[in-house]
């Protein structure tokens, strides 16, 4: 489990079965700060040639206390173990 030093972003949920969810949660951020929000298949390692996360149907949802800002799925076809999913650079969303 990963957290920010300073506490103000959390992994909730760290599911280890690959079904998921896992949850984070942001108490606050620094408008000068860059986020990122990654997805890692830590079970093939660091394979550049493992399938298995483009093929997991994996999904990423962002909420904010107003409800649901947008729904991410993993691409397709891609192989590797890290999916770069978003980031917010200066409080503004990437992806968002």
Same mark, same amino acid.
């Given at each position: 489990?990963?957290?920010?030093?300073?506490?103000?972003?959390?992994?909730?949920?760290?599911?280890?079965?690959?079904?998921?969810?896992?949850?984070?949660? #942001?108490?606050?951020?620094?408008?000068?700060?860059?986020?990122?929000?990654?997805?890692?298949?830590?079970?093939?390692?660091?394979?550049?040639?493992?399938?298995?996360?483009?093929?997991?149907?994996?999904?990423?949802?962002?909420?904010?206390? #107003?409800?649901?800002?947008?729904?991410?799925? #993993?691409?397709?076809?891609?192989?590797?173990?890290?999916?770069?999913?978003?980031?917010? #650079?200066?409080?503004?969303?990437?992806?968002?």
């Amino acid at each position: 489990m990963h957290n920010a030093s300073d506490g103000a972003v959390l992994l909730d949920w760290d599911d280890r079965d690959g079904f998921g969810p896992e949850t984070i949660t #942001v108490m606050e951020t620094d408008l000068t700060a860059v986020y990122r929000l990654y997805v890692i298949d830590y079970t093939n390692g660091s394979s550049a040639s493992a399938a298995a996360l483009s093929r997991s149907g994996a999904v990423v949802r962002v909420y904010s206390r #107003v409800g649901l800002l947008n729904t991410f799925t #993993v691409p397709v076809n891609r192989p590797g173990t890290r999916w770069n999913v978003f980031r917010i #650079v200066n409080g503004r969303g990437e992806g968002l």
